[in-house]
C-alpha cells in the first residue's frame, strides 16, 4: 500500500483549481445518488474519484506540496458534495478531520508522522474510522491493545466506523496496559482486521459506518499515533468536525430543493381547485419552494460564518478564546442547520400530491438523513450550551461534540 504511485493531483494546484476539479466530479456523482440509496449500492466509486481529485489534499501546507486551503475553502466543497449526495460527504469526515488533527501537532512532536500522511492523501489514500463502541458507557473503549515482543495486538469491536468502506487507512483507538487509549492507524488488508456493512440507520445509510472487528490484529510501532488521544481537552479539531456534520445538514437542504424543483417542473400536477394550469404556476407551491430555498440558505450562510471564525482561530495560532468562540458559533451553526435541513425535507411533499411519495423518486432520503445526521448530537444541548455561554459566560463541554 505504502508503493502505489498514483498521480499526486494538489501538487502545485491552486485552491481554486483544485475545487473546479473536484465540482467537475459532481454531476456524475449525483446523477445516481437517490437510485444508491434506494437499492443500497455503496458509492465506492464517488469516494476514490474525489480522493484521487485531490478532495482531501486541500489543508494540505503548500510546503508539503498541496494548495494550504482555509477551512472556509474545505466547507466549501463539502458543502457542495454533501448537496449531490449527503451520505459520500458524511463518508469523507475522518479523513478530512484526521488531516485537521495533523496540522494542530507541534512540527518536533509529529513532523515525521505529518509528512507521511500528507504524501498519502498527496497519493489519493483514503482513511476511515474505527473509534466509537456500543454496548457500554456513552465513549467507553473496550478494545485492547497489549504489547508482544517488537510488536503489539489489538483485539475488539468497533461500530459507527465512518467511511471504513471506502477507506484504505482505518483509524483506532484502543485502551493499553495502563487503561489509557491509543490511537493507530492500519492498513485495511491487515489479516485480522475485517469490515462489515451492517450499518442499519433509517438514513445515511451508505456513510459504511457499520462494524470494524479487530481479531487478535498485529499493531507495528511506528503505525502507532506520536501523540496519545487526549480526554476532556478542547482542540480546534472539534469544532471542525461539528461543524462538517453541520455542512452535512446544509447539503442536505440545498438537495432537497434541488429534487423540490426538478419534481415541480417535470412530475407534478397542480391540484384539480388549483388556478394554475401547471404546477409551477400554483402559488402553494412556489410557497413551498421559496420556503425551502430560505431554509437551505439560511443553512449554508451560517456554517460559513462558523468556518471563518475556525479560520480566525487558526490565524491566531489556536488561541483558546477563539477556539471557544469557534465552538460556540459551530453549536448555533449545528442548532439552525438541523432545523432547516429537516423543515426543507418534510416540505419537499408539498409539491407535488401523492406522487411525491413514489419509491421511485425516493424524496424521503432527505428527511431520514438529515434526522440520523442530527441525532449525531442532541440539538437540544447545543441551544442550552449557547445559552449558558451568552448567560454566564459558561465554556461549552468538553466531550468532543462541542
Do not use: C
Not at 469516494?47 to 477551512?71: C, D, I, K, M
Not at 456554517?303 to 475556525?310: H, K, S
Amino acid at each position: 500500500m505504502e508503493n502505489r504511485h498514483l498521480n499526486r493531483p494538489g501538487v502545485t494546484m491552486s485552491v481554486q483549481a483544485l475545487k473546479d476539479r473536484i465540482y467537475a466530479l459532481l454531476p456524475h456523482i449525483e446523477a445516481g445518488a437517490a437510485a444508491r440509496e434506494r437499492d443500497r449500492q455503496l458509492p465506492y466509486e464517488a469516494v476514490r474519484a474525489l480522493a484521487q481529485a485531490g478532495l482531501f489534499t486541500l489543508r494540505v501546507p503548500e510546503a508539503a506540496g498541496g494548495p494550504g486551503a482555509s477551512v472556509r475553502d474545505v466547507i466549501e466543497v463539502l458543502l457542495a458534495v454533501a448537496s449531490v449526495d449527503s451520505n459520500t460527504a458524511q463518508a469523507l469526515r475522518p479523513g478530512l478531520a484526521f488531516l485537521e488533527g495533523l496540522l494542530t501537532g507541534a512540527e518536533d512532536d509529529a513532523g515525521s508522522e505529518r509528512d507521511r500522511w500528507f504524501a498519502r492523501y498527496l497519493d489519493g489514500a483514503v482513511l476511515g474510522n474505527a473509534g466509537w463502541e456500543v454496548g457500554g458507557a456513552n465513549g467507553a473503549i473496550s478494545a485492547r491493545i497489549v504489547r508482544q515482543g517488537d510488536h503489539y495486538r489489538v483485539t475488539g469491536s468497533k461500530y459507527y466506523s465512518t467511511g471504513a468502506l471506502y477507506a484504505d487507512w482505518i483509524s483506532v483507538v484502543a485502551l493499553d496496559e495502563d487503561d489509557q487509549p491509543r490511537s493507530f492507524v492500519l492498513p485495511r488488508d491487515r489479516q485480522g482486521l475485517v469490515l462489515l456493512d451492517d450499518f442499519d440507520a433509517m438514513g445515511q445509510r451508505l456513510t459504511a459506518s457499520g462494524t470494524t472487528r479487530l481479531d487478535d490484529v498485529i499493531v507495528y510501532p511506528d503505525e502507532l499515533r506520536a501523540r496519545t488521544v487526549q480526554e476532556g481537552t478542547r482542540t480546534i479539531v472539534t469544532p471542525f468536525l461539528q461543524l462538517f456534520l453541520a455542512t452535512v445538514q446544509a447539503g442536505i437542504a440545498r438537495n432537497a430543493l434541488n429534487d423540490a424543483v426538478r419534481f415541480a417542473r417535470d412530475h407534478a400536477r397542480p391540484i384539480k381547485h388549483s388556478s394554475a394550469s401547471r404546477s409551477v404556476d400554483d402559488p402553494y407551491v412556489e410557497l413551498s419552494v421559496g420556503e425551502i430555498a430560505a431554509r437551505a440558505y439560511a443553512a449554508e450562510a451560517v456554517v460559513l460564518r462558523a468556518a471563518d471564525t475556525i479560520d480566525r482561530a487558526w490565524a491566531a495560532g489556536q488561541d483558546p478564546a477563539l477556539v471557544e468562540q469557534a465552538a460556540v458559533e459551530v453549536a448555533q451553526a449545528q442548532f439552525i442547520t438541523a432545523d432547516s435541513a429537516l423543515k426543507a425535507a418534510e416540505r419537499v411533499f408539498d409539491v407535488g400530491g401523492a406522487s411525491t411519495t413514489s419509491r421511485q423518486h425516493n424524496l424521503d432520503r432527505h428527511w431520514r438523513n438529515a434526522r440520523t445526521v442530527t441525532n449525531h448530537n442532541p440539538r437540544d444541548w447545543k441551544a442550552a450550551a449557547v445559552g449558558a455561554w451568552a448567560l454566564k459566560g459558561t465554556p461549552p463541554p468538553t466531550s468532543g461534540l462541542f
